[in-house]
């Protein structure tokens, strides 16, 4: 009997191993993708504050061409797409993705980065470079480029552009109730959706929380405020704000020309994917 039963059974499992492809059924596979390397190389150099000190723990930043003017922050700021340290003997390394790139480098008098260039900061390139364009890097796959000794120079206000020759919005930046919102940065984009990366930055905001924004030249912009410089998804409390009612509305503005009264209302941020637990709602999912 008990033979009987295997060989049904033995019978049965052939039968479904024969009849299961037939209906079917088939083997799953990982679809293994292949990622595409990003192909990069690097640039390095040393930066000199003087000729025999090394400019020690500044920071070098870099702009890619075709995104943006060359970097100019005596007529306007404009983001950098990477930054890196400068070491105590002058030097930097930085591993970069394949392109055309401008190189800046700092260090400032208080350690801030943000903002244009304050009397007797050193900075490179010089007065001269920037009024004549950068000098462009190119960056080609696993190669090193290496800008050798570079020489910075200390800021001076009366040897850059005038005050007349630059494109500037102005205003403040408060919170629902007027209080003004110092240290915060203006931001402006080229699109109403003021996401990414965006065009120029302002300096930080004073303690009446009023800001001055400088664009390379004319057109139409729009204005978001954050106290984050880098970007990223804020975090709970952060005051955000845009020009305009409910919306962001659209800045015009002509090459040379100064506005005034560009005010932005902020509001701090709610990060609605976090769920808040009450004791009503213990234990459950």
Not at 32 to 61: F, H, N, R, W
Not at 142 to 152: N, R, T, Y
Not at 165 to 170: A, R
Request: with cysteine; proline share 7%; net charge positive.
């Amino acid at each position: 009997m008990v033979c009987k039963k295997v060989l049904v059974f033995s019978a049965f499992l052939a039968l479904a191993v024969a009849v299961l492809p037939s209906i079917g059924y088939s083997k799953k596979t990982k679809k293994v993708v292949k990622e595409t390397p990003v192909l990069s190389g690097e640039i390095t150099g040393i930066v000199m504050q003087s000729v025999d000190i090394p400019m020690a723990y500044g920071k070098v930043a870099v702009f890619k061409r075709g995104e943006g003017p060359p970097p100019n922050p005596s007529r306007y700021l404009r983001p950098p797409d990477d930054r890196g340290d400068i070491e105590e003997d002058g030097r930097f390394r930085m591993t970069l993705p394949v392109g055309d790139y401008y190189l800046t480098a700092v260090k400032s008098q208080d350690g801030d980065l943000l903002g244009p260039p304050r009397e007797d900061d050193f900075i490179y390139p010089g007065t001269d470079s920037l009024q004549k364009g950068e000098t462009v890097y190119s960056i080609r796959a696993g190669e090193i480029v290496d800008i050798g000794s570079v020489q910075a120079h200390r800021f001076s206000k009366k040897l850059y552009v005038e005050a007349e020759d630059v494109t500037t919005m102005e205003g403040t930046v408060r919170d629902q109730n007027g209080k003004p919102l110092p240290g915060s940065v203006v931001l402006a984009f080229g699109t109403s959706d003021v996401v990414g990366k965006p065009l120029f930055i302002s300096e930080r905001t004073d303690l009446d929380g009023r800001y001055q924004l400088r664009v390379a030249k004319g057109g139409t912009f729009y204005l978001k405020s954050r106290t984050s410089l880098f970007g990223g998804i804020p975090e709970d409390g952060e005051y955000i704000g845009v020009y305009g009612m409910v919306l962001p509305a659209p800045v015009e503005i002509k090459t040379r020309e100064g506005l005034t009264g560009v005010n932005i209302v902020a509001k701090p941020f709610i990060d609605k994917r976090k769920k808040t637990w009450t004791g009503k709602n213990k234990g459950q999912l």
